[in-house]
């Protein structure tokens, strides 16, 4: 509404058409109120939370059920005919013409975000009151959880770059206190202050991006900025690729893309409601966030810096792809898994594919949250977080597994579930825009998350139990947020599936299009079935292998593997009898063929099996093991150990006698007034 | 005018407060030597404000705020004095270099 100017948006032919700015009337008017609740909710379970039943829980699942009731009516409203709005006050103002403001943005892209948020984040905090039960400051725990809904709201309802800074840095800090939230142990400590600090390098980038974007436009305003991009503005130009890049430097470390990705995994020390809200479904997607926000940018103005991206992208989508082969945390399995699909997001929305990035986002959230709420209750439950003490909870806990064997499949990317059709829209784009090289690697890598998502399941719920104890299924309050996740992780994919539009709510390409200049990013007419058939392969072919190797586990279940393989003995007998009855020599030639089908099973296609699972491993084992922990950890450690040499060096001035400081203090003033006197 | 001879007393009183509070070990014998340094500010305040004779006062002024904040401060300083006497037996500053690396 206020200081915006009148636009028009062209979004896709045939969707909706042109959106006057200033819809969306009362929702859109008053959805600040999003922006504002959580910190509520988070100073009253500051100051009342220890006196509540649930400690303050009940306080931060009633903020955001009022701001998921928001955000519904909006997104319901953007499907329907498109919302675009913009309210923002006057903070302060530098000089005559740069302007900071507060406010908030509803269009296409921030209403889904908005939706997202709040439905991810709600079920989340249904499910920590279950999870947290009993634990340590609980109050404390939904005060931070809170204040870090209330900052990654305000991160994304940011109608300029300040604001959008101020919840970046809000969302950090919350992160913070909560990867850090089990501070007896030291390792907890350090890997928030890895978390925060590995941010801090990435910020310097987002700040000096700001500066220079904002100071050359005369603005920090998103809708100024796109329309500047838009009609290639000098001023703009000249400054586009350097600023891009600053941009996108700060987006690597929020975004925990390659090399800057190392605090993601160590963030797993926080409860795992903090890893799946946080470290998978939205915090760390601010960067993909930040990119599309910029998107005009990055179409119009700095495309040299695609390249760059891209190879970025891709090496994290992969390279840290494979890392999950080879942990045994299952925490750390699925950390590995964000970044990597972290590294497709990216990797889309820097080729040019805006819809086919946040698709991806939208699907990835819902999964990925139901992933870590899945391995949350099987921590709960064998109180471990390490797949080699689990195995065979299917049974035990049948709800979890049903739910996390969904969410594998979506993330492996297998029709119809959501994963497949956002996954098979990023091959498509990358197709289109010419990275084939790229478009292969990622294809290598929807492999690899089969591959190890297959792995996960089977050490975890197949196989015999080897923890301690009895594991028993979560509790209600806990299953439900499960089912919860699960049906959109079915269902959300055929939102944007190519080339159809649902009768009067269109598709996801139109809803996100709704943004004050047209996107302009690549959009398949219709599916390629032939691209969508190898990526299929490729995962299929990654869950069958990772079936294969990991349902046997070698050494507890000798007795299973004997019955296991000869499983397969049967079938093929079958086929075989079918052939020799047309024949006629039934009986004759049987036993040497099975024998020699079972040989070629046992050593031949068992030994390929091997061979590659065995190369992937070893391939996983050297990125981790030199790259990783040597090459990227001693970059930072040493820059840590020179830090810290120094303050070991400058703290012995601190003799704490209070007459030497003073000492110091009247000789310096002293000083001063002999200079004084000389001078004047 | 009698400004010479002010301008000596605050100097003087000035440099028997910087002695004091880098040579006495008592907390509260300190705590007396900032006062006298403030107090000699004070004199050179209103020896200035008599001599230049400015329309707002702001000699007397600025002397009634050193004032207020040395009552403040010495409020502030001895509670906290008295904490660390009870707690530690002593009000000897050289016992309290706890507050080092």
Known sequence: ?680 | MLLNQFLVLGAALFAFGVYGLLVRRNVVLILLSVELMLNAVNINLIAFESYLVSAQAVGQVFAIFVITVAAAEVGIGLAIVLMIFRNRKSANVDDLSLMRW
């Open chain 1, 1 to 680: 509404m206020v200081g915006m100017r009148a636009l028009v948006i062209a979004a896709e032919e045939g969707g909706h058409g042109a959106v006057e700015a200033g819809t969306g009337g009362f929702w859109a008017d008053t959805a600040g109120i999003m922006l504002v609740l959580p910190f509520v909710a988070f100073l009253l379970i500051l100051a009342f939370g220890k006196r509540l039943k649930y400690k303050g829980g009940e306080l931060a699942v009633g903020a955001l059920a009022i701001n998921l009731l928001w955000a519904t009516v909006l997104f319901v409203l953007n499907m329907t005919g498109g919302v675009l709005d913009q309210t923002t006050f006057e903070i302060a103002r530098i000089g005559s013409d740069l302007v900071f403001e507060l406010g908030w943005v509803v269009d296409g892209l921030s209403i889904m975000m908005y939706f997202l948020v709040n439905f991810v984040g709600l079920l989340v905090f249904i499910y920590a009151l279950g999870y947290m039960e009993g634990d340590v400051r609980v109050d404390w725990f939904f005060a931070a959880f809170s204040l870090f809904a209330g900052a990654m709201l305000v991160l994304v309802g940011a109608p300029n770059l300040i604001q959008m800074i101020i919840g970046w840095e809000g969302v950090g800090l919350a992160s913070y206190f909560l990867i850090g939230f089990y501070w007896e142990d030291l390792d907890n400590v350090r890997a928030g202050n890895k978390a925060f600090m590995t941010n801090k390098v990435a910020d310097v980038g987002l700040i000096l991006g700001t500066i220079l974007v904002g100071v050359a436009i005369g603005s920090f305003d998103f809708s100024e900025l796109s329309i500047a991009a838009a009609e290639h503005a000098e001023a703009l130009g000249a400054v586009a690729v350097a600023g891009g890049l600053l941009l996108f430097f700060g987006a690597m470390g929020k975004s925990a893309q390659f090399p800057l990705h190392i605090w993601l995994p160590d963030a797993m020390a926080g409860p795992t409601p903090v890893s799946a809200l946080m470290h998978a479904a939205t915090m760390v997607t601010a960067g993909i966030y930040l990119m599309a926000r910029v998107f005009p940018l990055f179409q119009n103005l700095a495309q040299d810096t695609r390249g760059l991206m891209v190879v970025i992208g891709a090496i994290t989508l992969f390279a840290i792809g494979l890392l999950a082969l080879v942990a045994d945390d299952i925490k750390k399995v699925l950390a590995y898994s964000t970044v990597s699909q972290l590294g497709y997001m990216m990797t889309a929305v820097a080729a040019g594919g805006y819809t086919a990035g946040l698709f991806h986002l939208f699907t990835h959230a819902f999964f990925k949250a139901l992933l870590f709420l899945g391995a949350g209750a099987v921590i709960h439950a064998v109180h471990s977080n390490n797949m080699s003490d689990m195995g065979g909870l299917r049974k035990e806990m049948p709800t979890t597994y049903w739910t996390f064997v969904v969410g594998s499949l979506a993330l492996a990317g297998i029709i119809p579930l959501a994963g497949f059709w956002s996954k098979d829209e990023i091959l498509a784009t990358l197709g289109h825009e010419g990275y084939t090289a790229v478009m292969w690697i990622a294809i290598a890598g929807a492999f690899v998350t089969a591959f190890y998502m297959a792995r996960a399941v089977a050490l975890t719920f197949h196989g015999t139990y080897k923890g301690e104890g009895h594991p028993h299924e979560a509790p209600r309050v806990m299953t439900a947020p499960l089912v919860g996740l699960a049906i959109p992780s079915i269902f959300v994919g055929i939102l944007n599936i190519p080339g159809v539009d649902w009768p009067g709510i269109g598709n996801f390409t139109e809803w996100l299009g709704v943004r004050v200049v047209p996107m302009g990013d690549y959009h398949p007419e219709g599916i390629d079935w032939s691209l969508a058939a190898i990526g299929l392969v490729a995962a299929g072919a990654g869950l069958a292998l990772g079936w294969l190797i990991f349902s046997r586990d070698r050494a507890t279940q000798k007795a299973r593997d004997r019955f296991e393989v000869p499983a397969l003995y049967p079938l093929l007998r079958q086929k075989y009898f079918i052939d020799h009855a047309a024949l006629g020599v039934v009986g004759a030639t049987t036993g040497p063929i099975a024998r020699f089908i079972d040989w070629t099973n046992t050593y031949i296609i068992d030994g390929i099996i091997n061979l590659v699972g065995g190369v992937v491993k070893a391939l996983g084992e050297f990125v981790y093991g030199t790259i990783d922990q040597r090459a990227v950890d001693g970059v930072f450690n040493g820059l840590s150990a020179v830090t810290d040499g120094a303050g070991s060096a400058v703290r012995r001035l601190q003799t704490g006698r209070v007459q030497q400081y003073a000492a110091g203090f009247v000789a310096g003033a002293l000083i001063l007034v002999v200079v004084f006197v000389l001078i004047v």
